[in-house]
């Protein structure tokens, strides 16, 4: 009894995967006894190993003193030392493949009871993941050491077992190992057993293992499955009419339904022997690269992706069944196809959804060695990745990722891992899975020259490159350009953004060999947390007292920590429908299905059509089913006659339930303008009296406006200043535009009262706007005129200077009562809009209140713009206020803080509310981009220096 295998404790050291572990096998269940061990364990955690409990794992050792720990859990989320977030850095000194003394260390106990039916049966005990490295003990035998934290292990537990009897499961885990070398992924460093553990019960002539084929032949819609076991078993399909047929055979079972992303037809069936049956799912598809293309079932596929890590803001990677199938659903509704499991391989469970539901996933090993490829170490000296002595470690990861989720139709493309250099070490794995499985192409971006992988995979490219790969025209070798070209990352979504999104997928579209990509990412890992005061927020890097860290960087998801979607996400969903409607002339539009496999033969195309907003007539309109990538031309509806700004939208509907969306969810719209605004000229020609100029009164000294119709007004004042976003940061992109715009003091800027000229029937304010220690500024000049009803304001606004980089926006700032917490808008929305992230926004009528107006980005950045707006109105609860127009249209934001504050702000219990609501009113602002982690805001969408005009007209509300 006792330390049989290893009696100290240089297995932390060891490159190698452990020690007597199981050979590695396919995840499944089966009728075979199992007996659930997750629940409350006793825990212990000591600062290094040295101070561990030499003999905790002894049965008759006396743990009451101990804690209870969740299992599945990390420690670090239960009180026990703390979370640390590093995006490339190691936290620890690189001196591979020895970890530091300071090794915090947790040991676990269980008691549990075996049925004495298991007498003289096999028995397995099975952990799905355990982060870093364990050492298990049943009975005070020592089973095995383990390291591949999100890797399974099985340990032969049937010579410790007491059948009918108590058992005691003790198990040692080090939050530090060899394998943490290789486990340098972009996330949380968090520790435990935190993924299920299972004792097995495996009867003699039962199911070690096997692996399903179930291959379609497109040209003629047949199947063929063969199903392959180490011992005899017999496989049936009902639905297909194969009973009790033989494994390691081909059967060639006729016409079948096949898998896709799209229409995930499974067959129910079951794998036997007399000892043990394994109930399956079997998806027929065949995966291929055809003439440089990736096809399933003969197609071409386009992935419409996101970048998936495991991460629950309570629970970190542990991450609870029903909030995984509610985050998968969250996923197909907003247009998602496909799923890159960066970067390591899931809870198997979620595979088990993905077949289920429907997605193309990319399965990546739980491979990264990013620290080592820090610029300052180019080369990457002493990778593990070239190493010799890690090849083990790295086959063994390899083939424990392959052999569990092999049997999964979901999975299309095995990943050799990420940001791991390259190196001998992944020739080994290429080599190792293509014989093991050659029914499925391997990827790895990191293999730039694309000698060991079957697509060219690339992160963050800028529009020009893909555009080029597409044509063939990269300067590129060989083994590139005849591969199929994914983006495995392409769009950063940390905070506000991603931008630019459809211009990446204009390129996917036009070009077949470039077949679309993942986005980055698709949850921001925020940890729960509550200030002094009890305010809910997330925290992130820095907020645990981490030496080293990589502050909010790990804040850059589609989704916030409780699964909220983002505008981010409403737009991407907009740029991924499936649908699309888009105005022909006008008299019609076109029509298009952009599914692969799907038809479009359940759906219902709603129309209505809205003046100045509000509904005059809908309907429905007639269109025929439409077949995968086909288009069709369709009539408008006989319209009623308007007399203002009307739109025509129509949106396609799912007309029945489907397993992941209800009958209405919406597949895809457009707009179709059926009637222009009528141009409208300022008011003008009502006299100045004094200082008054109609229901405008202004302050004499500095020529603002100080009240509209007796309401307190503070402003305007031109404004070029916006709280960085994420993207403008560019902290690891390659533009750091808020950098360039703090050097010209943008965030500081001063008026200077050149000339205040009181005409009869105007007030004109000249200024200089410029900041200190800096020559280049702005002239602004206000131009007032008013009628009985309203006062207009012209600002013009021309650069005085050089500023050669885009501006973060254009337009003035003004503060109005606080109790003006409504607004009503007629221009883009519902949500937020910005020059390249406005799909997802139509024209119309929309209402919100000052907070709703708000995005709560974690780490708090420029928020909440609405583009292309005609008019709005900020009302009280009484219905007072006033109505701020244009005879063009403007950018508006409202908020209860200023833009400084805002700037200021590191969470979001930051932000405290003001007695008064800060509007901008803009020209239009710098678009998003991807900067923070990639290319930035494309040229198009850059606000340049000026010359600039804004016309508005403020009226109070009758």
């Not at 991460?311 to 909030?323: E, I, L, N, S, T």
């Not at 959804?353 to 739980?366: K, M, Q, S």
Request: aromatic share 10%; glycine share 10%.
């Amino acid at each position: 009894m006792g330390s049989l295998l290893i009696m100290t404790t240089p297995y932390l050291a060891q490159p190698d995967p452990g020690a007597g572990r199981l050979p590695a096998r396919a995840a499944f269940r089966s009728d075979a006894a199992a007996i659930d061990l997750n629940g409350t364990w006793r825990f212990h955690l000591s600062p290094t190993v040295a101070e561990a409990p030499a003999d905790f794992w002894q049965v008759d050792f006396d743990d009451t003193g101990w804690h209870d720990l969740p299992v599945p859990a990390h420690w670090q989320l239960h009180g026990h030392g703390e979370p640390a977030y590093t995006n490339v850095v190691y936290p620890f000194p690189i001196d591979p493949p020895h970890v530091p003394t300071e090794n915090p260390t947790g040991d676990y106990r269980t008691d549990f009871d075996a049925p004495a039916a298991w007498a003289g049966t096999p028995a397995v005990l099975r952990f799905e993941g355990i982060d870093s490295c364990a050492r298990v003990w049943l009975n005070g035998h020592e089973l095995g050491v383990t390291s591949g934290s999100r890797l399974p292990s099985e340990f032969d537990a049937t010579a410790a077992l007491i059948p009918g009897g108590r058992n005691l499961l003790a198990v040692r885990v080090h939050q530090w190992s060899a394998g943490s070398y290789v486990e340098d992924q972009d996330m949380w460093w968090l520790s435990g057993i935190f993924r299920d553990v299972t004792l097995l019960a495996r009867p003699a002539g039962g199911i070690d293992d096997y692996f399903v084929h179930a291959d379609y032949d497109h040209l003629t819609g047949r199947g063929t499955l063969r199903v392959e076991t180490a011992a005899p078993a017999r496989i049936s399909v009902p639905e297909l009419g194969l009973l009790d047929a033989a494994t390691n055979t081909d059967h060639a079972v006729g016409q079948v339904r096949p898998w896709n992303a799209e229409t995930p037809y499974r067959y129910q069936a079951t794998l036997a022997t007399d000892a043990e049956t394994v109930p399956l799912w079997i998806g027929f598809r065949t995966v291929r690269i055809t003439d440089g293309l990736l096809t399933v079932n003969g197609r071409r596929i386009l992935f419409r992706g996101v970048n998936r890590h495991e991460f629950h803001p309570d629970h970190g990677r542990a991450v609870p069944m029903d909030v995984v199938r509610d985050e998968l659903l969250l996923m197909k509704r907003h247009h998602i196809n496909a799923i890159r499991t960066s970067h390591y391989p899931p809870h198997p469970a979620m595979l088990e959804l993905c077949d289920e539901l429907g997605f193309w996933v990319i399965d990546e090993c739980d491979i990264e060695t990013h620290g080592f490829g820090l610029e300052d170490w180019q080369g990457w000296p002493g990778n593990p990745s070239d190493d010799p002595q890690w090849q083990g470690a790295y086959l063994d990861r390899m083939r424990r990722m392959v052999e569990r989720d092999k049997n999964h139709p979901s999975v299309i493309m095995w990943s050799l891992g990420n940001e791991a250099g390259i190196g001998d070490n992944h020739r080994v794995m290429a080599q190792w899975t293509r014989e093991r499985d050659p029914g499925r192409p391997l990827h790895y971006e990191g293999d730039h020259e694309c000698r060991y992988v079957d697509v060219y995979s690339a992160m963050y490219p800028p529009l020009a490159t893909v555009d080029a790969v597409g044509r063939y025209e990269q300067a590129a070798d060989e083994l590139r350009r005849d591969k199929p070209f994914i983006l495995c990352e392409y769009a950063h979504a940390m905070g506000n953004g991603p931008g630019g999104l459809r211009d990446y997928q204009d390129l996917f579209e036009r070009y077949p060999r470039c077949q679309g990509g993942f986005v980055w990412e698709w949850i921001d890992h925020g940890l729960r947390r509550r200030s002094a005061d009890g305010q809910e927020y997330f925290g992130y890097g820095g907020d645990f007292g981490e030496p080293l860290h990589d502050g909010h960087f790990v804040i850059d998801g589609l989704v916030s920590p409780d699964r909220t979607p983002s505008p981010g996400l409403r737009e991407l969903a907009a740029v991924y429908a499936p649908v699309t409607i888009a105005a022909t002339d006008a008299d019609s539009v076109r029509i298009r299905n952009r599914y692969d496999f799907a038809a479009l033969d359940q759906v219902t195309y709603h129309w209505v059509i809205e003046e100045e907003g509000l509904p005059a007539a809908e309907g429905t309109l007639p269109v025929p089913p439409l077949a995968p990538d086909e288009e069709v031309e369709v009539a408008l509806p006989r319209l009623p006659a308007t007399s203002a700004e009307s739109w025509l939208t129509i949106s396609a509907r799912l007309t029945v339930d489907q397993p992941w969306a209800a009958a209405g969810h919406e597949l895809g719209q457009g707009q179709v303008m059926v009637r222009p605004a009528t141009p409208r000229r300022l008011p003008t020609g009502t006299k100045r009296r004094g200082d008054t100029l109609g229901p405008a009164e202004f302050d004499p000294a500095r020529g603002t406006l100080r009240a509209l119709a007796g309401m307190a007004v503070d402003g305007p004042r031109l404004d070029v200043w916006r709280a960085p976003t994420d993207n403008d940061e560019g902290y690891y992109g390659d533009r750091k535009l808020a950098q360039a715009w703090r050097d010209a003091g943008l965030d500081r800027l001063q008026h200077r009262l050149v000339d205040l000229r009181r005409d009869d029937d105007a007030i004109v304010v000249t200024t200089r706007v410029a900041a200190a220690q800096q020559r280049n500024g702005f002239w602004a000049t206000y131009r007032w005129t008013a009628d009985q009803q309203a006062v207009a304001l012209e600002l013009s606004v021309t650069p005085d200077g050089e500023f050669p980089f885009p501006l973060p926006r254009v337009g003035v700032r003004l503060a109005v009562p606080g109790t003006l917490s409504t607004v009503e808008w007629f221009g883009l929305g519902p949500g937020e809009a910005y020059a390249d992230s406005r799909q997802a926004a139509r024209v119309g009528r929309f209402t919100r209140t000052v907070d709703e107006w708000q995005t709560p980005y974690i780490f708090p950045q420029e928020n909440g713009g609405r583009m292309s707006v005609r008019w709005a109105e900020l009302r009280d609860e009484h219905g007072g206020g006033f109505r701020v127009s244009s005879p063009d249209t403007y950018q508006l934001t409202a908020r209860r803080w200023t833009s400084e504050l805002l700037t200021a702000a590191q969470h979001t219990t930051d932000l405290v509310a003001d007695d008064v609501v800060y509007l901008n009113l803009d020209v239009g602002h710098t678009g998003l981009g991807s900067g923070s982690c990639g290319p930035s805001v494309g040229e198009r969408y850059r606000l340049g220096p000026g010359p600039h005009r804004l016309r508005l007209i403020l009226a109070p509300l009758p």
